[in-house]
């Protein structure tokens, strides 16, 4: 069973960072593309970014391009947001997804939900003074 828990959440300033975590159990991690994805309130879910099996493709969001970075670390099952110059249009539950491994869409649908398979339960990240 694929368990995926995001972490790193929290209240940050405007202008401020922040790093989340996303950490895998249950899969052969490198098999698998990790999107990010965010939920405000009263709005629908948003592609934030994503980053292939290998690590080689990453894509983002336009909301978010030049100030979020997605990266993986496959040694310890773990995906990393960096987000940097946060704004309050950022605060929204963050989750992170996987696709379905070696048979999985990837990134390509990216960034739409489409073949995202698995998620986990989100992180809530405010930015607010």
């Known amino acids: 069973e694929v368990q995926l828990q995001a972490s790193g959440g929290g209240l940050v300033q405007p202008g401020g960072s922040l790093t989340l975590s996303c950490a895998a159990s249950?899969?052969?991690?490198?098999?698998?593309?990790i999107g990010w994805f965010r939920q405000a309130p009263g709005k629908e879910r948003e592609g934030v970014s994503c980053?292939?099996?290998?690590?080689?493709?990453?894509y983002y969001g336009n909301s978010v391009k030049g100030r979020f970075s997605i990266s993986r670390d496959d040694s310890k099952n773990t995906v990393y947001l960096a987000m940097k110059d946060l704004a309050p249009e950022d605060t929204a539950v963050y989750y992170c997804?996987?696709?379905?491994?070696?048979?999985?869409?990837?990134?390509?649908?990216?960034?739409?939900?489409?073949?995202?398979?698995?998620w986990g339960k989100g992180t809530l990240v405010t930015v607010s003074s």
């Open positions: 980053i292939s099996h290998s690590g080689l493709s990453t």
């Open positions: 997804t996987t696709d379905d491994g070696v048979l999985g869409r990837g990134c390509s649908k990216f960034p739409e939900q489409d073949g995202m398979i698995n």
């Open positions: 249950g899969v052969v991690f490198d098999e698998y593309a």
